[in-house]
């Protein structure tokens, strides 16, 4: 839509947006919730990490699920060292690796056991001038810093690694090679030994008809820069199975997806499908493979399910979420899910194995 200015006679573009109207009848009442123990929701800022603040808040439940620990893990420890891998994969393929923000949940699953982890308070990862992180001039900067090295075909790992680092260095602070904690001096492998519980012990899954079920697969997605092929492809039934079954049962589940959608409101704090979109009874496999086919259904966004309330015949979950956006309602840093979004819209979860016997043991055996 273009609209003329009243005085300047100049003509302004204003985007134009779907959405669905929402009439404010949904159980947004957090104490109505079945919760699972979580950490107090944060904001990432202006940066690209939804990724990390899902999982990390996904590993500090399971920490406190399996051992009643309270822990406040560095999101920004991962970010960092998730660069820093990406610019080296940029090294190694020649410059065919996407480098931007963002990345996937269980990038954490590849980190952890290489690097470690460090609480919140041995690395904040910003400078303390800022309240929040904003990531766009670093990456800018890493970027460009990357093109030259394409452009001048220097592809030393060794110092595309150290250069990487250094511009980190200064944007999100050094990372510390030890630190005291709770009265005892760590470095970040051994504060990772020390935790109870082993980042292999999570699993992903993902539903999508274009390679078989029941078996491990790539999630084909920019974001997946490092090409995981780790993840149990499974028919959409057994995907939102794992997912109520995991929350009835006490679990946490990270989860990523599309909120890019007309039923997607930051001021209801609600996530619902339209009947415009597609009515409830039309809701399968297919309807959901079309979208991902044509990229309707992108993964842009992860957060972290952290209870549930049947409603009538419905089933709504309590989202966790650290995107600004999600600051923006009355609930700071929560949304209401309905379970038709997740079966059509949410790509790929992560969550501990135990909480998905049922269906891996399927796998497993076959």
Excluded at 308 to 323: A, F, N, P, T, V
Aim: aromatic share 14%; charged share 25%.
């Amino acid at each position: 839509m273009i609209i003329k200015d009243a005085e300047s006679g100049k003509k302004n573009e204003i985007p134009r947006i779907l959405s669905c109207e929402f009439d404010g009848n949904y159980p947004t009442d957090i104490t109505a919730y079945k919760t699972n123990w979580h950490t107090l929701p944060q904001s990432q800022g202006n940066a690209g990490t939804c990724w990390c603040f899902a999982a990390t808040s996904f590993f500090e439940s399971e920490i406190f699920r399996l051992n009643n620990k309270e822990v406040d893990l560095s999101e920004m420890f991962f970010v960092y060292w998730d660069y820093v891998d990406r610019a080296e994969h940029f090294v190694e393929t020649r410059g065919k690796t996407y480098f931007n923000q963002g990345s996937e949940a269980n990038a954490l699953k590849r980190i952890m056991p290489v690097y470690g982890c460090v609480p919140e308070s041995a690395y904040p990862g910003k400078p303390e001038y800022r309240e929040y992180h904003s990531h766009s001039e670093m990456v800018e900067e890493m970027k460009t810093y990357l093109d030259h090295v394409k452009e001048a075909n220097q592809w030393n790992a060794g110092q595309v690694r150290a250069d990487v680092r250094a511009i980190l260095d200064n944007y999100m602070g050094e990372m510390p090679d030890s630190f005291n904690y709770e009265g005892e001096h760590y470095t970040p492998n051994s504060f990772y030994k020390s935790l109870p519980f082993k980042a292999g012990d999570m699993v992903s899954f993902m539903s999508t008809m274009s390679v078989p079920y029941n078996e491990k697969h790539e999630l084909v997605e920019p974001d997946n820069w490092w090409h995981s092929d780790e993840y149990y492809n499974v028919s959409l039934k057994d995907f939102y199975h794992t997912v109520e079954s995991a929350v009835k049962h006490g679990y946490t589940i990270c989860i990523c997806g599309d909120v890019s959608e007309p039923g997607y409101d930051s001021q209801a704090e609600v996530a619902i499908v339209p009947d415009f979109d597609i009515p409830p009874a039309h809701i399968n496999a297919s309807s959901r493979e079309l979208r991902l086919y044509n990229k309707g259904t992108t993964d842009d966004h992860c957060i972290h399910i952290v209870g549930y309330q049947e409603s009538g015949d419905d089933m709504w979950y309590l989202i966790k979420d650290s995107g600004a956006g999600g600051f923006d309602g009355q609930h700071k840093g929560y949304r209401f899910f309905h379970e038709d979004y997740i079966r059509l819209k949410m790509m790929n979860i992560m969550l501990y194995k135990d909480a998905a016997r049922d269906v891996l043991d399927k796998i497993i055996k076959k």
